[in-house]
């Protein structure tokens, strides 16, 4: 048996693969951390090859020079009468799953009981006798049931029962005596008489348990270890600390201590930085060892007894936050002893939600009303008073501004609309019921860095809503929190945030190693306000792959001239109104390309139905009639009732399928004549400055060549014409009198009949742009904004693999990897991308890459997580 023990202390461990491979976790734990030379308490596993065997072994031979080396290390001998060495027995499993109880205090008899209690006072002393007779009393309750001795096994295990709540009640000392006369009977004879009996006794009931258990492979070992405790006189602690900030991850040890304590659980201890000087430098020297070795924040508890500090165990951080663990690679990056690869990889893209959002204090939610449960839109948490529609929370926002008062509202619609953008913009966060990931109020709260919660059970009726039979009034605060993993849920009442610092957390020195692995295939973001382009920018993101030219328009100072262009009567008057609204974009192009300089930047023109822009409600009516009847007398003022028939003669049963995007050019083309002329007056000022850029001019919902043919080129045919984009862009560039600037007119794909007719579309288009949002509606026939409502049942039965519109559903994928192909046969330099929130999840993410795109292309908060993933991809293909 001697040959079948392995000691360890602090620098001296056997890390032999033949021995770690028999001395399960907890030993080779033990090995690892006396070999990194940190202040472990010594001691010595009994591998597997006879742990379960011990019957046949004269035990206390085999241990004697391996305890009397522990005693000389600890200054306590086992067995002594005056200061007694104790120890542990802890099974070393091999399975982290495997289970067994907690095994304190051997040695601990009626000889040595009074010499303990000498240190820790009699109560304890009784209290850590019984917490041994409960321990021993579960393996032999384990040993009975394996042994179908259904009564033993039974008694005993009310037995344990009993003995929890008295060790975790207030008895004296007395009680806790008598407690022990009564469960010492159901103990082997002789346990509690001599020390040296009570571990061979101990020892040999665990290993007859390791024999007949199935949780034993014959690769548990045992370990043994000495008890030290933070209570063992006036010089004596005990206290846990993170090895550094879990929340801001700064390089300073993070915990508490408690000064003459042994079990602390539940109180409230003094902070690690008040602990003597000496303490603390050693503590920091084991944290940052620790770190280096592991690689990660770890959880460290340890006892100060009688002056000696010992290392007791270590783990891992569950609670640790993302900032903490981008800090700690960073710095152990700067340090030389992790590569750039190896912390691009820690990181999972979802985990770099938690800062570029808000994140809520948790101490700070107590005593508020929790509604779990939802649909997550977008992530991050927010708070705010709630209003139920665009025009009350704008109200809302520009009275709070003008008192000085609290500008955070939050947006509470069924469903939103491209008129509630503005209010979306504003807002901290927005929840609706209708909808899900896809829904336009996600998408655009992402686009935004906004929050998005989906809750289906809510019910909202004029200016309030219900949910959970709790009444939500307007103006009444609440708080949402939409993590990226783990469920949402909504607070009624005001927390506090935690707000996020790109350059604070590290995030952007981060995302600086993670460009180092992004290379041909990349990022753009989808962006139409400077402020977003410019932070896609920061991110990495490599020009903009989407600028929703319609969202321009809903400007408070534009939709009215906007409405007017689309009611106008003739065309003389709508291109009045587009006059009006050409510097207004001309101005935004400007912006969007000089932020951009030097990447692509593409814009895709008008794509909304015109209906959409029209008034939704009363207040928005009245706004609009002002406006029209401004210098207006008598017979020249518009009437409302003209304005309602106008716009109700406009609306269309299937707007998505309907008069939209490139149809709108067809039958008004001096709207895109329009966008395309101020596209072109901002690339040539912005020449004229020195300013490179980049414009790319998508044109939406194409489904075949003769559309894009036209709208590229115009057509003259019997009484009327189309003046095509390529002629704008030249007429712009001969009223500046400049030499060409490189532009691309491309497509959006999002129709499965422009996909299978990409190689005739590649004749005129020199990119394609995949709207896979619109391409999954198309393809697979589900409304993206309903299918939530019937998904649950659709997932009961395993009728789909995920959820569409955020996982590329197979058949859209084959379109894609086709149109690809197709459209490169006629084009060989035919740029492809993907545009959309599809773009921003790793598995699709890959499916890109491997079907031949140049990039993908979501929303500027989205661009690092998408980063990340490509980054990722790269370094696992390349075997690094």
């Given at each position: ?581 050409l510097p207004m974009q001309k101005a935004d192009f400007y912006k969007l390309l000089k932020i951009m300089e030097g990447y692509p930047v593409i814009i895709r023109l008008l794509d909304a139905p015109l ?114 984009l390529v002629d704008v862009e030249r007429s712009v560039r001969e009223s500046f009198k400049a030499r060409p600037a490189p532009y691309k007119i491309g497509t959006m794909v999002e129709l499965p009949a ?21 391409l999954t509606q198309t393809t697979i026939g589900l409304s993206r904004d309903d299918f939530n409502t019937f998904m649950p049942d659709y997932t009961q039965f395993d009728l789909l693999e995920g959820n ?77």
């Amino acid at each position: 048996m001697k040959k079948n023990i392995w000691y360890f202390a602090k620098g001296e461990a056997n890390t032999k693969s033949e021995v770690l491979e028999k001395i399960g976790i907890r030993g080779r734990l033990a090995m690892e951390l006396a070999d990194l030379k940190l202040p472990i308490l010594p001691g010595f596993v009994i591998d597997a090859d006879v742990a379960a065997h011990l019957k046949d072994f004269n035990i206390w031979a085999a241990l004697k020079p391996w305890m009397e080396r522990l005693a000389k290390i600890t200054g306590k001998a086992f067995g002594d009468a005056e200061n007694p060495l104790l120890v542990k027995i802890v099974v070393s499993p091999n399975l982290v799953i495997a289970s067994y109880p907690t095994l304190h205090n051997y040695g601990l008899t009626e000889k040595t009981l009074a010499g303990f209690n000498r240190f820790v006072g009699e109560n304890f002393g009784t209290h850590e006798m019984q917490f041994l007779t409960r321990g021993n009393l579960e393996i032999e309750a384990a040993i009975a049931e394996f042994e179908n001795k259904e009564k033993d096994a039974k008694n005993l295990r009310q037995a344990m029962k009993d003995l929890d709540a008295e060790l975790d009640s207030e008895m004296d000392a007395k009680k806790r005596k008598a407690s022990l006369a009564r469960y010492q009977k159901m103990l082997p004879d002789g346990f509690f008489a001599d020390p040296f009996d009570q571990l061979e006794i101990a020892l040999k009931r665990i290993s007859h348990l390791l024999s007949i258990t199935d949780q034993n492979q014959e690769d548990t070992g045992l370990l043994i270890q000495p008890m030290v405790y933070g209570n063992y006189g006036k010089d004596s602690l005990n206290g846990q600390f993170f090895t550094r900030n879990i929340v801001t991850g700064e390089k300073e040890i993070q915990g508490e201590f408690f000064q003459n304590k042994f079990n602390a659980i539940g109180a409230k201890g003094a902070d690690i930085t008040a602990i003597a000087k000496n303490y603390h430098a050693d503590l920091e020297k084991i944290a940052h060892t620790v770190e280096d070795h592991f690689k990660e924040i770890r959880s460290i508890r340890f006892t100060v007894e009688n002056k000696r500090l010992w290392l007791i165990d270590q783990r891992g951080v569950m609670t640790k936050s993302t900032q903490a663990d981008i800090q700690l690679l960073l710095d152990l990056n700067q340090r030389k002893i992790v590569n750039d690869a190896y912390v691009v990889k820690q990181i999972k893209p979802g985990q770099l939600n938690e800062i570029l959002h808000p994140i809520i204090d948790f101490t700070s939610v107590k005593g508020l009303k929790m509604l779990s449960g939802g649909i997550t839109g977008a992530p991050g948490a927010a708070i705010g008073r709630i209003f139920f529609s665009t025009d009350g929370l704008l109200e809302a926002h520009k009275i709070a501004q003008q008192k000085g008062q609290d500008t955070k509202l939050i947006l509470c619609l069924v469903s939103s609309f491209a008129e509630d953008v503005k209010a979306i913009e504003v807002a901290t966060g927005v929840l609706s019921t209708e909808g899900g990931y896809s829904a336009h109020a996600s998408v655009v709260a992402r686009q935004y860095g906004k929050v998005s919660l989906v809750k289906p059970d809510m019910k909202i009726k004029g200016k309030q809503a219900t949910v959970a039979g709790i009444t939500i009034k307007e103006g009444d605060y609440i708080t949402l929190n939409v993590p990226f993993y783990g469920a949402p849920s909504m607070y009624i009442g005001k927390a506090d945030l935690i707000e996020p610092d790109p350059e604070e957390s590290g995030m952007l020195d981060f995302l600086n190693l993670v460009k180092k692995y992004v290379t041909a295939f990349h990022v753009r973001a989808n962006s139409d306000k400077p402020r977003d382009a410019a932070l896609a920018r920061k991110f990495g993101a490599r020009g903009i792959g989407l600028v929703r030219t319609e969202h321009m328009f809903f400007d408070e100072k534009r939709i009215n001239v906007f409405r007017e262009m689309v009611l106008s009567e003739s065309v003389e008057e709508r291109k009045r109104a587009l006059q009006k609204l050409l510097p207004m974009q001309k101005a935004d192009f400007y912006k969007l390309l000089k932020i951009m300089e030097g990447y692509p930047v593409i814009i895709r023109l008008l794509d909304a139905p015109l209906h959409e822009f029209l008034p939704h409600n009363d207040q928005e009516l009245e706004r609009f009639m002002k406006y029209l009847n401004v210098g207006k007398t008598g017979a020249k003022r518009v009437s409302e009732k003209d304005v309602r028939a106008k716009s109700e003669a406009m609306h269309e049963f299937n707007p998505m399928l309907g008069h939209r995007g490139c149809r709108i050019a067809v039958s008004y083309p001096e709207i895109y004549e329009m966008q395309v002329r101020a596209i072109f007056e901002a690339v040539y000022a912005l020449k004229k400055e020195g300013v490179h850029v980049e414009p790319e001019v998508m044109i939406p919902i194409i489904m075949n060549e003769n559309e894009l043919k036209l709208i590229i080129y115009g057509k003259k045919i019997e009484g009327k014409s189309i003046q095509g984009l390529v002629d704008v862009e030249r007429s712009v560039r001969e009223s500046f009198k400049a030499r060409p600037a490189p532009y691309k007119i491309g497509t959006m794909v999002e129709l499965p009949a422009a996909a299978l007719g990409a190689g005739s579309l590649a004749h005129y288009a020199q990119f394609f742009s995949f709207g896979t949002n619109d391409l999954t509606q198309t393809t697979i026939g589900l409304s993206r904004d309903d299918f939530n409502t019937f998904m649950p049942d659709y997932t009961q039965f395993d009728l789909l693999e995920g959820n569409p519109f955020q996982n590329l559903n197979a058949e859209v994928r084959e379109l894609i990897a086709m149109a690809v192909k197709r459209g490169r046969m006629t084009r060989p330099d035919l740029e492809v991308g993907l545009c959309g929130e599809h773009g921003a999840i790793p598995e699709n993410i890959k499916f890109c890459m491997e079907a031949g795109l140049d990039y993908v292309s979501c929303s500027p908060y989205q661009v690092p997580l998408s980063m990340l993933a490509i980054a990722q991809l790269n370094i696992e293909k390349s075997g690094e």
